[in-house]
């Protein structure tokens, strides 16, 4: 059952809210003036101009007080590993060496258009670069898989979207950890766990999300095929884009989940709500057409010839070498030829 809970741009609509109160004092003029702007600003701010409206999806989101998750089979969410729930939050790891856990939805998501906003906290006792690893929101074909990639199997099927505690690879001044970072998997990619994961990453951002006094989100939205991350770490209440990148797909029924894991640095990684909002789009009759196909494969558009395969890079260098030895072979023909008629002019 969905409750409609808010609609976009909810701090704008205060303000329209706020002006429309002030009406009676406002003159004729300046209150089209007003209106104008509103309408405009509207225009503007609403996403590629669709309307939008969230339905928060009760059956898909984790919240206080976590009836029955841990202990009733009845529940709409799983346990796995060292991860617990308390009165306060859903502890994927304790802060202690080669912990990993996870929670996992137990009903497949169908939606077309959704985002999921996440309440999380990362803290523990070790020193900047002295913690690790970091946790990850999931949307998979697969659930309930112990692994390496943040306690989560490696060659996954769908959307991973990590924060990254720990920088592994030595050259890293260039990024700044924490790094937030989303992987789109088709079961065959492996996660480079050494290089923290660039080889295969869509995007990211640095996000300095440990031991924070406030209230710390993650939210990742998709719809119409386009994947945009956002995080909300300064305690301001606005998000921060993090990543936005379109032609992302991703098939429906996955399941929803966040994993954790700590090797010989740790941390405490919580989770204190993930909540799932419909989203509710109006699509034109063309983007329609185009989104008919039934995704079955998640996949990212115009990033399939990066990953060329060893063979593909073995036969492009050898025709490429046995192109450039046949046009030297044609060069030293013509010139032989034109030598001996030059001479022949000669003599
Ligand atoms: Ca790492």
């Given at each position: 059952m969905g409750v409609k809970v808010t609609v976009q741009w909810a701090g704008f609509r205060a303000t329209m809210a706020a002006a429309s109160s002030s009406r009676k004092k406002m003159p004729l003029k300046f209150r089209w003036t007003i209106a104008f702007l509103v309408v405009t600003l509207s225009l503007c701010f609403a996403d590629d101009d669709h309307e939008m409206e969230e339905f928060l999806k009760r059956e898909h989101s984790l919240s206080k007080p976590y009836q029955g998750v841990g202990s009733s089979s009845s529940s709409h969410w799983e346990l796995m590993g060292?991860?617990?729930?308390?009165?306060?939050?859903?502890?994927?790891?304790?802060?202690?060496?080669?912990?990993?856990?996870?929670?996992?939805?137990?009903?497949?998501?169908?939606l077309k258009d959704w985002e999921v906003q996440v309440h999380f906290k990362i803290h523990g006792q070790g020193k900047k670069n002295l913690n690790g690893d970091g946790l990850a929101i999931w949307y998979t074909k697969e659930?309930?898989?112990?692994?390496?990639?943040?306690?989560?199997?490696?060659?996954?099927?769908?959307?991973g979207v990590f924060v990254d505690t720990y920088p592994n690879e030595?050259?890293?001044?260039?990024?700044?950890?924490?790094?937030?970072?989303?992987?789109?998997?088709?079961?065959?990619?492996?996660?480079?766990?050494?290089r923290d994961g660039r080889p295969t990453e869509l995007g990211g951002c640095n996000a300095m999300v440990r031991n924070l006094k406030h209230d710390s989100f993650l939210f990742i939205r998709y719809v119409r095929r386009r994947l945009t991350v956002m995080i909300d770490i300064d305690g301001q209440h606005e998000w921060r884009d993090c990543l936005d990148l379109p032609g992302v797909r991703l098939p429906q029924g996955y399941y929803f989940g966040a994993s954790a894991i700590t090797g010989d640095l740790s941390d405490n990684h919580d989770i204190i709500s993930m909540k799932?909002?419909?989203?509710?789009?109006?699509?034109?009759?063309?983007?329609?057409?185009?989104?008919?196909?039934?995704?079955?494969?998640?996949?990212?558009?115009?990033m399939d010839d990066e990953g060329m395969s060893g063979i593909a890079i073995f036969f492009t260098v050898l025709f490429s070498m046995l192109g450039c030895i046949f046009l030297i072979v044609i060069g030293l023909v013509v010139y032989s030829h034109w030598n001996e008629n030059r001479r022949k002019r000669f003599y």
């Open positions: 060292d991860a617990m729930v308390t009165t306060e939050q859903v502890r994927l790891t304790p802060d202690m060496q080669s912990r990993q856990g996870a929670i996992w939805s137990r009903i497949p998501c169908h659930r309930m898989q112990k692994g390496p990639v943040f306690g989560n199997k490696d060659n996954f099927t769908g959307l030595e050259k890293h001044i260039e990024r700044i950890f924490p790094f937030v970072l989303a992987m789109v998997g088709n079961g065959t990619i492996s996660y480079d766990h050494e799932l909002y419909q989203l509710t789009v109006l699509r034109s009759k063309k983007e329609e057409e185009e989104e008919e196909d039934v995704i079955t494969i998640p996949s990212v558009d115009n």
